[in-house]
């Protein structure tokens, strides 16, 4: 069996790499989520091993330490990681792996694992990623404004990536995202 894909999808918090991720599982039930390491807590309706594995910072120092993770950041006061057994696994097996993840740790799977394609998704201008962080409405002025300031030094970043996608229209930035991955 030949081996399967890694693909990693990042973007500046807001730019829509949730709802890109869930209409791109809806089309291809085939490709498989990495479900992520995380010590925040979980939001109420958040389950454990689906939406997150939820660990102490003290479990998730010893993940880092013993190279447990194909990536960690730091994330607005928490870590977040992606699991290396599983996602290697599930590529062993010849299936494609997605991560959606932030900026920082994108990054890094350059180094961890090279043959990856790494996708950055644009927002269509910052005024755009500004009004869709709000409308989505769960984020405080504070915590928008913070993103906000990030985001724009992610965006200078996106030419580390090998293929960058503006998400102006939802359907034609799912196409090019399917265009990437399936060639
Ligand atoms: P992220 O996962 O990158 O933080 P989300 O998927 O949560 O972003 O999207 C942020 C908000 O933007 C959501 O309210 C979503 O419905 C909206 N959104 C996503 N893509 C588009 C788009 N192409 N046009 C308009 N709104 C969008
Ligand atoms: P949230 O707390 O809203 O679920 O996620 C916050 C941010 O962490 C999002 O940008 C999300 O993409 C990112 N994230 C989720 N899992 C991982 C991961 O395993 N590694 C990295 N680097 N970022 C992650």
Avoid: C
């Amino acid at each position: 069996m030949s081996s399967g894909q890694l693909i990693a999808i990042t973007g500046p918090s807001g730019v829509g790499k949730g709802t890109l991720v869930r209409l791109l599982l809806a089309r291809h039930p085939e490709l498989y989520l990495s479900v992520s390491t995380t010590t925040r807590q979980p939001r109420p309706g958040e389950v454990e091993g689906q939406d997150y594995y939820f660990v102490s910072p003290d479990r998730f120092k010893t993940l880092i330490a013993t190279g447990q993770l194909l990536e960690w950041a730091e994330y607005a006061g928490n870590y977040y990681g992606t699991p290396r057994e599983k996602v290697e696994t599930q590529i062993h097996q010849g299936r494609t792996v997605l991560l959606e993840i932030e900026v920082m740790g994108a990054q890094q799977i350059k180094q961890t694992f090279p043959e990856a394609l790494r996708l950055f998704i644009l927002p269509p201008n910052v005024a755009e990623l500004e009004r869709r962080l709000r409308d989505r409405g769960t984020d405080t002025e504070d915590a928008i404004a913070k993103r906000l300031q990030r985001a724009k030094a992610e965006i200078e970043l996106s030419t580390e990536f090998n293929v960058q996608i503006v998400n102006d229209n939802l359907d034609q930035a799912l196409a090019k995202i399917e265009q990437a991955i399936f060639n």
